[in-house]
């Protein structure tokens, strides 16, 4: 069992830069071939992926976010953390963390948070 849970700002300014939060609060991010990612879905679209940090602390990104999107963690307090810099209107989305198993399998999620960039 585990249990995830976003948190950060709701609004972002344009330009501004990005700070979520995952924390979980069942199981631990270190326990081994576990990775832990951010996804988003912007409204009417599909979900996309953004990247993961691993077990052992190693990075994954999408190619397409790579030079904007910075994840970290900390793992006494079992959390990790999104930073996406540079934000526009396009990067308005719902913004979910996610367990990864089995280096693909998304087998559980937080409830997502809702972040609107906006002047």
């Known amino acids: 069992q585990v249990q995830l849970q976003e948190s950060g700002p709701g609004l972002v300014k344009p330009s501004q830069t990005l700070s979520l939060t995952c924390t979980v609060s069942?199981?631990?991010?270190?326990?081994?071939?576990?990775?832990w990612g951010w996804i988003r879905q912007p409204p009417g679209k599909g979900l996309e992926w953004m990247g993961a940090?691993?077990?052992?602390?190693?990075?994954y990104y999408s190619p397409t976010l790579k030079s904007r999107t910075s994840i970290s963690r900390d793992t006494s307090k079992n959390q990790f953390t999104l930073q996406l810099t540079s934000m526009t209107p396009g990067d308005t989305a719902v913004y979910y963390c996610?367990?990864?198993?089995?280096?693909?399998?998304?087998?559980?999620w937080g409830q997502g948070t809702q972040v609107t960039v906006s002047s």
């Open positions: 940090i691993a077990y052992s602390g190693s990075t």
């Open positions: 069942v199981g631990s991010i270190t326990t081994n071939y576990h990775y």
């Open positions: 996610a367990r990864i198993l089995n280096g693909y399998w998304h087998d559980s």
